[in-house]
Nanobody
Framework: QVQLVESGGGLVQARGSLRLSCAAS????????MGWFRQAPGKEREFVAS????????NYADSVKGRFTISRDNAKNTVYLQMNSLKPEDTAVYYC???????????????????WGQGTQVTVSS
């Protein structure tokens, strides 16, 4: 069983920055790509970013490209999301997730991921 625990959310002013962390349990963290999603009130959960097992390839939603950076530290079983130049429309609960398959370029659909964290709230004030 894999457990994912997000942290680092909070309240920030527009144009500010936050760094989210997601700590994973178990010894297979480095075998799977990872992703970040978010869900705003009244909206569907949407893809934010993904990263391959080694961290060599990343992918971003157009809405965050150039502002957010996903990274991982396999020695610490942790994936990060650095969020800069935050906007009020970035307000959402942010979730990390483990990709369903190993050794692939990760997808951007919810069904591509099988384990999810409980989420961390990010609120950006204008």
């Amino acid at each position: 069983q894999v457990q994912l625990v997000e942290s680092g959310g909070g309240l920030v002013q527009a144009r500010g920055s936050l760094r989210l962390s997601c700590a994973a349990s178990g010894r297979t963290f480095d075998m799977y790509p990872m992703g970040w999603f978010r869900q705003a009130p009244g909206k569907e959960r949407e893809f934010v970013a993904s990263i391959t097992r080694s961290g060599g390839n990343t992918n971003y939603a157009d809405s965050v490209k150039g502002r957010f950076t996903i990274s991982r530290d396999n020695a610490k079983n942790t994936v990060y999301l650095q969020m800069n130049s935050l906007k009020p429309e970035d307000t959402a609960v942010y979730y990390c997730a483990r990709h369903r398959q190993r050794a692939v370029l990760p997808g951007s659909k919810i069904y591509d991921y099988d384990y999810w964290g409980q989420g961390t709230q990010v609120t950006v004030s204008s």
